[in-house]
Nanobody
């Protein structure tokens, strides 16, 4: 199973970035896929998650109204559109997938496979 994240970079405050995560090598269906972020010295936090059907979506309060998660099941790809970026959004962003149907919605503990992180840096 591979989760390939891309799209990170350096952007000024107020700018936008779009992260992509492509899932491959996967013979099983998954229940949800999401984006998490981590800064040094802090725990990894759930940013946005979406169910396989797209019927359930979660955004952390800190990003609600600014970030949008979407998925293209035909391409096995999930996107995170990040607008109005703030310096506090600076972090390494990871995508992860839940294949067991965890009851811990959009929680790090509930995810089974993780991709390599992509760094997002927002300058003030």
């Amino acid at each position: 199973v591979q989760l390939q994240a891309s799209g990170g970079g350096l952007v000024q405050a107020g700018g936008s970035l779009r992260l992509s995560c492509r899932v491959s090598g996967f013979s099983l269906d998954y229940y949800a896929i999401g984006w998490f972020r981590q800064v040094p010295g802090k725990e990894r936090e759930g940013v946005s998650c979406i169910s396989r059907s797209g019927g359930s979506i979660y955004h952390a309060a800190s990003v609600k109204g600014r970030f949008t998660i979407s998925s293209d099941n035909a391409k096995n790809t999930v996107y995170l559109q990040m607008n109005s970026l703030k310096p506090e959004d600076t972090a390494v962003y990871y995508c992860a997938v839940d294949v067991r149907g965890s009851s811990e919605w959009c929680s790090s503990d509930g995810m089974d496979y993780w991709g390599e992180g992509t760094l997002v840096t927002v300058s003030s």
